[in-house]
């Protein structure tokens, strides 16, 4: 079963610009990660935003979380081309922190 | 550290076959996870393991998946027979323990293709 929906499926942008992705899941988590994967480094794992925390940033990267709205946020600044990648927001129920559903990811190309 | 290692990368095997693929997890981590993920979707969980029990096998499909995890460390999955739904790319993914650090580690996956 999907969890975790991202929007859009694909997105193209310049070199340079910030790039947003989005997620929206269905039932309560207790938290919320995003992953990257490319052919080169396979699937990796960014940032982890818990429940009770609205943003997190880690390096270029901003993460946001509004429960009320069961939605999340990341916010890649000033984009690189290694930054071409599918990016995946990932869910852990209330009851399985252990366990994680992934959405269908969002595919993102940066453009020289 | 050394990461999760898989094996093998490609396989190519006609429907009806039978293919095993092997996981080794990062050294210490009481979790390893099996994934499918089919092309233009996200992984799906198909087993977990916590040492050498099963935690979670609700969307392994029995008739034809199984897997185990002997000594809790090293993993096999097994597909007999294959289908053509069953091309895919297979990852393993480790974490260090459970409930506490969630992040999880995962292999370069192994590419099945079935004809």
């Known amino acids: 079963s999907q969890q975790g929906e991202e929007d859009p499926q694909a997105l193209s942008i310049q070199e340079g610009e910030n790039a947003t992705m989005n997620c929206s899941y269905k039932t309560s988590i207790n938290n919320l990660q995003w992953y990257r994967q490319n052919s080169g480094r396979g699937l990796v794992h960014l940032i982890l935003?818990?429940?009770?925390?609205r943003e997190k940033h880690s390096g270029r990267l901003r993460v946001t979380l509004d429960t009320s709205k069961k939605s999340s946020s990341l916010l890649i600044t000033a984009s690189r081309a290694a930054d071409t990648a599918s990016y995946f927001c990932?869910?852990?129920?209330?009851?399985?922190?252990?366990?994680?559903?992934f959405g269908k990811g969002t595919r993102l190309h940066i453009l020289p | 550290e050394a990461g999760v290692a898989q094996s093998p990368r490609y396989k190519i095997i006609e429907k009806r076959q039978s293919v095993a693929f092997w996981c080794n997890p990062i050294s210490g981590h009481a979790t390893l996870y099996w994934y499918q993920q089919i092309l233009g979707q996200g992984p799906k969980l198909l087993i977990q393991f916590q040492n050498n029990g099963v935690v979670d096998d609700s969307q392994l499909p029995k008739d034809r998946f199984s897997a185990e995890r002997l000594k809790g460390v090293d993993s096999t999955l097994k597909i007999q027979p294959a289908k053509l739904e069953d091309s895919a790319v297979y990852l393993c993914?480790?974490?260090?323990?459970?409930?506490?650090?969630?992040?999880?580690?995962f292999g370069p996956g192994t590419r099945l293709t079935v004809t």
């Open positions: 993914a480790s974490s260090s323990d459970r409930g506490i650090s969630y992040e999880q580690y």
């Open positions: 935003i818990r429940s009770n925390e």
């Open positions: 990932a869910t852990a129920l209330m009851n399985r922190d252990d366990k994680i559903i």
